[in-house]
């Protein structure tokens, strides 16, 4: 056992401790306070790199990262293809539902709506309204964003 957990420090794992402890890796990436570690995880996942890489690993896949993106290939597994959640939540408790608006979605659909016969070639882009632009959301951007597309107050 600990010269198991020795290997773990060191990222050096054998491959039977990446099948046993993969399950139990994967479980932990349900949990809340794994959200970090998924995000990190799906980022890997996404541009190809070793998870260490992102936290100031030089880039060389070592076997700790092959354990956690085993997990992560597990805990993937274990998500319901219709609502993403894990297939032991989907499958338990009561949900309802709930709406929200995207308004920029709703912008474009409303200009649809009212533009039956658009031009040929026309490309539809939502923009923020003075109201929008005002909101802290706004107010919060980069200097590069708001130089580019303004404030009211400017
Ligand atoms: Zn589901």
Redesign the pocket.
């Known amino acids: 056992m600990a010269a198991a957990r020795e290997r773990l420090q060191r990222g050096h794992l054998r491959r039977s401790d990446r099948r046993r402890h993969g399950p139990f890796l994967a479980e932990v990436l349900t949990r809340d306070h794994a959200r970090p570690t998924l995000a990190l995880l799906d980022t890997s996942v996404r541009y190809q790199r070793a998870p260490s890489a992102w936290v100031g690993g030089d880039g060389t896949w070592t076997d700790r990262d092959h354990l956690l993106t085993h997990a992560h290939t597990l805990y993937q597994r274990m998500?319901?293809?219709?609502?993403?959640?894990t297939?032991t939540?989907?499958?338990s408790g009561a949900y309802n539902v709930q709406t929200r608006i995207c308004e920029p979605s709703a912008a474009i659909q409303r200009w649809r709506k009212e533009n039956k016969d658009p031009a040929p070639g026309i490309v539809l882009f939502a923009v923020p309204s003075e109201a929008a632009a005002d909101s802290p959301t706004v107010a919060s951007a980069p200097a590069w964003w708001r130089e580019k597309y303004g404030t009211p107050t400017e």
């Open positions: 998500l319901c293809p219709d609502c993403g959640r297939l939540e989907c499958g």
